[in-house]
């Protein structure tokens, strides 16, 4: 068992068992076996990104059948540990067959709603970097999918609210005419979030293939619990959903059962405490190439792409509408 000092609690121990006296669990092992052991109606929020079976370096290629039986399973025991105002939200992009895709959210649905679960969101995380697809268009979003168990459930929206567009904006009529028509404290985020993705030139990039940007999940953490909430992730790859809930003073559960991403998450939530953990900001605005006056955006065969835009455009002034 680790100690250390936290920020958050006067000591924080890295425990690897279960118990809600605790502040910080990284179960190193399946998370059915780590779910078994969490109370009922425990856990105010669930998060993760499950394993996509798209065949990366830890999952081992399933159908989509017993992917989704698998799922099952761990859907319905974290909708057992979650507590009457909870959330569970589901990050998830497309199960590709054959060059086919099943987005994963749309046969998730139904798991969840037959656990008792109604859905509030689907949120659209657009981001922009990942494979080029040269027979279909590429991927560049995913989704995470949230519910709640009742319809009395925490929502804070204040903490995520992000400024208005137009924050000089006045009623023109009405009661109210000539006073600011947007809240002071900004505007909701909507449900289509750009947050940049975890690729190589990110500051939180490890050598996990697909981690959560912890700034997506402080979003979660905020809206979504209040301090000393447990938050669960029972996918926990190096751990980000701990980082985020240790950093907004929540507690923080969850299961990984590769022996180096445990090592990898040890080491992040460790650096999260003393902190020492880089991490891109939450609300920091994305990186515009144009703007950064990056030369790379001239493209050296400018002027051979001109001629072929040219030629595009004069075909087209020879078409009719009759
Ligand atoms: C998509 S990654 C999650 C990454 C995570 N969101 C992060 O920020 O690093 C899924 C992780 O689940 C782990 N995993 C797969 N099956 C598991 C299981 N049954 N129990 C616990 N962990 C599992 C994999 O090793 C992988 O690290």
């Known amino acids: 068992m680790l100690c250390y000092h936290s920020h958050m609690f006067d000591t924080t121990e890295m425990a690897d068992t279960f118990s809600l006296s605790e502040h910080i669990v990284l179960f190193p092992g399946d998370c059915l076996d780590l779910l078994r052991t969490i109370p009922d109606e425990s856990l105010a929020l669930v998060i993760t990104s499950p394993p996509y079976n798209i065949g990366k370096e830890y999952e081992k290629r399933l159908k989509i059948?017993?992917?989704?039986?698998?799922?099952?399973?761990?859907?319905?025991?974290?909708?057992?540990?979650l507590s009457p105002r909870g959330s569970i939200c589901w990050q998830?992009?497309?199960y590709v067959d054959n060059g086919a895709i099943i987005p994963l959210d749309t046969v998730l649905y139904p798991i969840f709603t037959g656990s008792g679960l109604r859905m509030r969101n689907r949120i659209i995380w657009h981001f922009e970097h990942g494979l080029h697809c040269s027979r279909r268009f590429s991927g560049r979003y995913e989704t995470i999918i949230w519910f709640t168990k009742s319809e009395d459930y925490?929502?804070?929206?204040?903490?995520?609210?992000?400024?208005?567009?137009?924050?000089?904006k006045k009623y023109f009529k009405g009661p109210?005419?000539?006073?600011?028509?947007c809240n002071p404290l900004g505007k909701n985020p909507g449900d289509l979030w750009d947050i940049p993705n975890v690729k190589s030139n990110h500051v939180e990039k490890t050598d996990h293939p697909c981690q959560f940007p912890v700034e997506l999940i402080e979003r979660?953490?905020?809206?979504?619990?209040?301090?000393?909430?447990?938050?669960?992730d029972p996918f926990l790859g190096t751990g980000t959903t701990i980082v985020a809930a240790v950093r907004h003073k929540r507690r923080g559960a969850g299961a990984e059962m590769v022996e180096?991403?445990?090592h990898l998450?040890?080491?992040?939530?460790?650096?999260?405490?003393?902190?020492?953990?880089?991490?891109?900001p939450m609300y920091k605005p994305i990186y515009d190439p144009d703007e950064a006056g990056n030369s790379l955006r001239i493209a050296p065969w400018g002027q051979k792409q001109d001629e072929k835009q040219s030629r595009l455009l004069e075909k087209k002034t020879g078409y009719t509408t009759k």
């Open 65 to 81: 059948e017993s992917y989704l039986e698998q799922q099952a399973a761990v859907i319905r025991e974290c909708a057992r540990c």
């Open 92 to 94: 998830v992009g497309n």
């Open 154 to 168: 925490t929502f804070n929206l204040d903490p995520v609210r992000v400024p208005q567009k137009y924050p000089g």
């Open 176 to 181: 109210n005419a000539g006073k600011y028509s």
């Open 220 to 232: 979660f953490v905020l809206s979504m619990t209040n301090e000393g909430d447990w938050i669960f």
């Open 260 to 262: 180096k991403y445990v």
């Open 265 to 280: 998450a040890k080491r992040r939530i460790q650096e999260e405490v003393t902190g020492t953990l880089r991490t891109r």
